[in-house]
């Protein structure tokens, strides 16, 4: 390789796929998480949290409301209540929120 450019170009081909993987893999983990029954509330948010994160790293784009709202389809039957009210009431919540706003549900 005769420039900069051309090595640059080259390292990003060779590492497109292996970030294509962990993406796959993250989103995955994302996607089929959820929440069982009498675990942390506060563990799970923050595990999925941290998949959230993990895809911003990896280039993908989430907007924050819909963070929330896939956060919020991994809780399990007893949050009900906490969902009807987050729709009823069109709560805006911030992914750090709905930490404290479950664990006080």
Not at 18 to 41: C, D, F, G, P
């Amino acid at each position: 390789m005769t420039t900069a450019y051309d090595i640059l170009e080259s390292l990003k081909d060779m590492f497109r796929e292996q970030n294509r993987a962990a993406k796959h893999t993250a989103m995955k983990a994302l996607l089929t998480t959820k929440m069982v029954e009498e675990t942390s509330v506060r563990e799970h948010v923050l595990k999925m949290m941290s998949l959230l994160n993990e895809l911003e790293i990896l280039g993908a784009v989430i907007d924050k409301e819909s963070q929330v709202e896939m956060v919020l389809q991994t809780l399990p039957d007893s949050f009900q209540q906490f969902l009807l009210n987050y729709n009823m009431n069109k709560m805006e919540l911030s992914l750090a929120k709905p930490l404290n706003e479950l664990q006080a549900a």
